[in-house]
């Protein structure tokens, strides 16, 4: 009902609506309207009162929410079920606990702040309140566990097109998991799984996207890595530069990562090979590691060559200097 009251001041954005014409359209009491709108102004919308005029709702800082996020897309799985909070310690930590609990395959857990966000390896992802997207998506994929990295690439992709899409810049992707805007991370993806021998109970897409961060919200340590896609698509000369709708962005992931998901889930193994293949030619469009010369860190060991491509199942080849060829499942690289 609270909704239902939104979208009649939306449908008047500017304009005055008054408690009784509400009232009677909803069939509620004028208490209850008045109940409604204190709880929206409270999630953020600016709702002016006047006793004579009734509600009058301007524009005002995006509000995001499960219903604005969830109001009209059109996905079947990934992202029907959503939950919203204002600050969580991990997204990932909460959509594991809820997946072990029986969540639906998809739900997206999104948080306005991380206290302790989680990059790969025990590091700390870094949060700020309101500037990003800190998302984390809860899949029931039937792929092998050992095929899991086609499901990070598979998120690297929809994040790169709904960059695409939404700011009109094309960024790069750098193996395994990091989506670089003017050589900035803007994008980290964190895939936890849980799973048998043979079978993935459940994995957690964890998705940080970086939007809009002036330098100054980033620990000073970050700041010569990471970027923010309005610090990274304004160009030059653009002051202040642009905000972007964290809504729009975060449904367009949602939509993306649905149809890759929905393709990528099924029993028939030719038509599965045949969805792998696409997604890793998809992300070698994207790919700002293919054709460079690379160093992968991996168990301790030091690989140099060239990365000369990426397997069905995501591991990154390299031609090394020694002259041997390696795939690397895991690890860093750096170009
Ligand atoms: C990642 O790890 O890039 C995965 C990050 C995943 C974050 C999301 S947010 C939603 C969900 N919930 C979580 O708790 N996590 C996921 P890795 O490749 O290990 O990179 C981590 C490193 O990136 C850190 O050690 C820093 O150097 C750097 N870093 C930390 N915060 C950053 C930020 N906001 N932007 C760019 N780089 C950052």
């Not at 954005?13 to 929206?40: C, D, F, H, P």
């Not at 992968?296 to 397997?311: F, S």
Request: hydrophobic share 40%.
């Amino acid at each position: 009902m609270k909704y239902k009251v939104l979208n009649k001041l939306k449908a008047n954005m500017g304009l005055y609506v008054s408690g009784e014409a509400l009232s009677e359209q909803l069939g509620v009491s004028r208490t209850a309207v008045w109940k409604y709108i204190n709880e929206l102004k409270s999630q953020g919308y600016i709702i002016e009162s006047s006793s004579k005029k009734g509600y009058s709702l301007s524009e005002g800082p995006e509000v995001i929410s499960a219903y604005e996020i969830g109001h009209g897309l059109e996905t079947q799985v990934v992202g029907k079920d959503i939950k919203y909070f204002n600050e969580l310690d991990s997204t990932n930590t909460y959509a594991k606990l809820i997946a072990a609990e029986g969540c639906a395959d998809g739900t997206a857990v999104i948080a306005e702040a991380q206290t302790a966000g989680k990059g790969r390896l025990g590091r700390g992802w870094s949060s700020a309140h309101k500037k990003g997207i800190w998302m984390s998506i809860v899949l029931r994929p039937l792929i092998a566990p050992e095929e899991i990295q086609i499901m990070t690439l598979a998120a690297s992709i929809a994040v790169a097109k709904a960059i695409e899409q939404e700011c009109h810049v094309r960024p790069g992707i750098k193996w395994p998991n990091d989506v670089l805007l003017e050589s900035k991370k803007v994008c980290g993806i964190l895939t936890e799984m849980n799973c048998e021998i043979e079978r993935i109970n459940f994995l957690v897409l964890g998705i940080g996207i970086n939007v809009n961060h002036d330098m100054e919200d980033f620990p000073e340590a970050l700041r010569e890595i990471a970027g923010s896609l309005k610090e990274c698509c304004g160009g030059e000369v653009a002051e202040p530069k642009k905000e972007f709708s964290r809504k729009n962005i975060i449904r367009c992931i949602l939509a993306e990562l649905d149809v890759i998901y929905r393709r990528l889930n099924t029993e028939n193994e030719e038509a599965y090979a045949d969805e792998a293949k696409q997604i890793v030619d998809e992300w070698k469009k994207y790919s700002v590691t293919i054709g460079r010369r690379v160093k992968a860190a991996m168990k301790g060991q030091e690989l140099v060559g060239v990365a000369t491509d990426i397997t069905r199942d995501g591991r990154l080849i390299i031609a090394c200097e020694d002259g041997s060829i390696r795939e690397v499942m895991s690890g860093e690289v750096s170009v």
